[in-house]
């Protein structure tokens, strides 16, 4: 069996917030409905506020993990807080079959459950977006929620005044 391996700009390309979105609401159903099995992830501290995470999770299609690391200071450097991959098994063998860029996957996928959650409990007519954070997945949420909801404006609160308010006039409207 062949290993495929999916990178960054692939999974970018193809895990769009359109697709995300759905899967992420029936993804916290079957997890819900104990159609699915997760454990709690297992973190290891590093130095410098770094962690390095597992976080295994099977259904009956299919089995794997996402080793991630987390280096919180690498957004300053431009470069994606999270490192790692996403390793899934073939459930008839247990051989490997695909390993995705986790760091990708993670930014994607946590603001796709975010928008899942807002459109499930938000008000239809809500219109105005409160970020907490300017980071690397303010972004991230802001484009996801936009395809569940109208958003009018967008407030940004951030230690840093200044630095909210560059975020929030310097993203790409899209």
């Known amino acids: 069996m062949t290993l495929r391996i999916i ?13 995300a979105i759905p899967l992420m609401r029936d993804a916290m159903i079957a997890l819900s409905a104990g159609r699915t099995r997760q454990l709690l992830r297992q973190i290891i501290p ?4 770094a962690m390095f995470g597992v976080m295994p999770g099977a259904n009956e299609q299919t089995f794997g993990a996402k080793l991630i690391s987390v280096f919180p200071g690498n957004f300053a450097k431009g470069l ?3 490192q790692g991959g996403v390793l899934l098994f073939d459930p008839s063998s247990g051989a490997p079959v695909a390993m995705l860029h986790a760091g990708e996957i993670t930014a994607i996928r946590t603001a796709a459950a975010s928008a899942a959650a807002t459109d499930a409990l938000a ?8 970020l907490l954070g300017y980071g690397e997945q303010a972004l991230t949420h802001a484009r996801a929620i936009s395809h569940v909801r109208v958003i009018r404006k967008i407030r940004i609160w951030g230690r ?10 310097s ?3 899209n």
């Open 7 to 19: 990178d960054r700009e692939t999974v970018a390309k193809l895990l769009t917030y359109d697709a």
């Open 46 to 49: 590093l130095d410098e506020d």
């Open 80 to 82: 994606q807080s999270h």
């Open 123 to 130: 008000r239809a007519d809500a219109s105005v977006l409160a």
């Open 160 to 169: 840093h005044p200044d630095r909210a308010e560059r975020s929030r006039t």
């Open 171 to 173: 993203w790409p409207r």
